[in-house]
């Protein structure tokens, strides 16, 4: 059963990068079955769609985001990365890692890590 | 897409149907909208998609239904386990979007 995990720093300082790694076990990345996902949500808030990376590298962002953020990922380690600059007080969230489908598009995000809780804040 | 679930809050007792509503600003293609269930200090849980799939494991008290902009998730008879926040996914134009959720609480 493939479980997901994020790491990271939990404090960010406004101004700099917020950087997230999610490890995947119990399946492969490079299966090529699913995409690997970003999901956050600010406290007491609801779900923002970050963006999601196919174990080729190719990597898709939310156009509100795109400027600041890169999904990346590394098959030997069978994990993924967010990084995401510039952070700002408005950045602070729980960060979800998920994987939603690529061979079977009709599948959404329905494995999650559990989540990861980031503040930015000097 | 912009997402929009009503009620904002839903109190009802156990045993009890529960509707629940997200309606689109535009029609979402292929019907690709899911229902998630989140208890406090948890992950989302995929309860539906593509508006009426069950997801794997998921109890048939859970049913959706709808098309086009506007979709419901109904739960027949609530459980104790069932009073959650409830959110909805349109993942079938980019970038996904979810509802701001529907809270359903004890009465």
């Known amino acids: 059963q493939v479980q997901l995990q994020e790491s990271g720093p939990g404090l960010v300082k406004p101004s700099q990068t917020l950087s997230l790694t999610c490890n995947v076990s119990g399946g492969s990345i490079n299966s090529g079955d699913y995409y690997w996902t970003w999901i956050r949500q600010p406290p007491g808030k609801g779900l923002e769609w970050i963006g999601y990376?196919?174990?080729?590298?190719?990597?898709y962002y939310n156009p509100a985001l795109k400027s600041r953020v890169t999904i990346s990922v590394d098959t030997s380690t069978n994990q993924f990365s967010l990084k995401m600059n510039s952070v700002s007080a408005a950045d602070t969230a729980v960060y979800y890692c998920?994987?939603?489908?690529?061979?079977?598009?009709?599948?959404?995000?329905?494995?999650w890590g559990q989540g990861t809780m980031v503040t930015v804040s000097s | 897409i912009v997402l929009t679930q009503s009620p904002g809050t839903l109190s009802l007792s156990p045993g009890q149907r529960a509707t629940l509503s997200c309606r689109a600003s535009?029609?979402?293609?292929?019907?690709?909208l899911a229902w998630y269930q989140q208890k406090p200090g948890q992950a989302p849980r995929l309860l539906i998609y593509?508006?009426?799939r069950r997801a794997t494991g998921i109890p048939d008290r859970f049913s959706g239904s709808g098309s086009g902009t506007d979709f419901t998730l109904t739960i027949s008879r609530l459980e104790p386990e069932d009073f959650a926040v409830y959110f909805c996914?349109?993942?079938?134009?980019?970038?996904?979007?979810f509802g701001q959720g529907t809270k359903v609480e004890i009465k």
């Open positions: 998920a994987r939603e489908g690529y061979l079977d598009p009709s599948l959404p995000s329905d494995v």
């Open positions: 535009q029609s979402i293609s292929s019907n690709y």
């Open positions: 990376v196919y174990y080729s590298g190719i990597a």
């Open positions: 593509v508006a009426s």
């Open positions: 996914q349109q993942y079938g134009i980019s970038p996904w979007t």
